[in-house]
């Protein structure tokens, strides 16, 4: 599975929009984009994903660029229960497993 | 909407000795998933079942097994307990392989 790069941290404030950026350069044809997050120590919640296209569900939008190296996860108006370490993770659709790589932990403020 | 159920949701052990962990997937799901994340880590994948039998395997330690049952759910059997194994086991269940997977809320293994 293609290994995927995100900033260690960012701070965001309540109310405002949350793009998170995710770098996967070495993503193949057949690999999705899943976002997922942890809010302390609780079970990974999924959020989001897709392969080409952009998506939009009632948590975040997904963007993915048109060669599929990079995608913004966007949060639109962040909570402080948003407060988490968010995964971006790269996945072949015929197996499954997730290779967690080190996240983004989201911080946001009043 | 029902949930993956993990038991028992904190267990302590002593080295060397054993411990299973238990997986109750979402009902209907097929594929169950393990993890493992120690103190400050991410999750890390173990081991992966799909209609029963095993579909993949991580940097799961050979004193570690797994099973998935006729009624879909699974256990980790854990052997000879380092201190290492102290951490918090994720299971997750998908419908399939590769569909978006929901994860439990997670066992806590404190090895002393």
């Known amino acids: 599975d293609a290994k995927t790069t995100q900033p260690p941290s960012m701070d965001c404030a309540e109310g405002r929009a949350a793009n998170l950026p995710c770098n996967h350069s070495?993503?193949?044809?057949?690999?999705?984009v899943y976002w997922y997050r942890q809010i302390h120590s609780q079970g990974p919640q999924y959020i989001i994903h897709?392969?080409?296209n952009n998506e939009t569900n009632e948590m975040a939008s997904l963007i993915i660029t048109e060669d599929r190296k990079s995608s913004t996860l966007i949060l639109p108006h962040a909570t402080l229960r948003d407060t988490a370490v968010y995964y971006c993770?790269?996945?072949?659709?015929?197996?499954?497993?997730?290779?967690f790589g080190a996240g983004t932990q989201v911080v946001v403020t009043p | 909407a029902a949930g993956v159920i993990q038991s028992p949701r904190h267990l302590i052990k002593e080295k060397r000795e054993t411990a299973t962990l238990k997986c109750y997937p979402i009902p209907r799901h097929d594929t169950v998933y393990w993890y493992q994340q120690g103190p400050g880590q991410d999750p890390q994948f173990l081991i992966s079942?799909?209609?029963?039998?095993?579909?993949d395997k991580g940097s799961i330690p050979d004193r570690f097994s797994a099973q998935q049952f006729s009624d879909y759910h699974s256990e980790l059997n854990m052997s000879s307990l380092e201190l290492g194994d102290s951490a918090l086991y994720f299971c997750?269940?998908?419908?399939?392989?590769?569909?978006?997977?929901?994860f439990g809320p997670g066992t806590r293994l404190t090895v002393l």
């Open positions: 079942f799909y209609e029963k039998m095993q579909s």
């Open positions: 897709g392969l080409k």
């Open positions: 997750a269940s998908s419908f399939a392989r590769g569909n978006e997977q929901f």
């Open positions: 993770i790269v996945v072949t659709d015929s197996w499954g497993k997730f290779q």
């Open positions: 070495t993503i193949s044809g057949n690999e999705y």
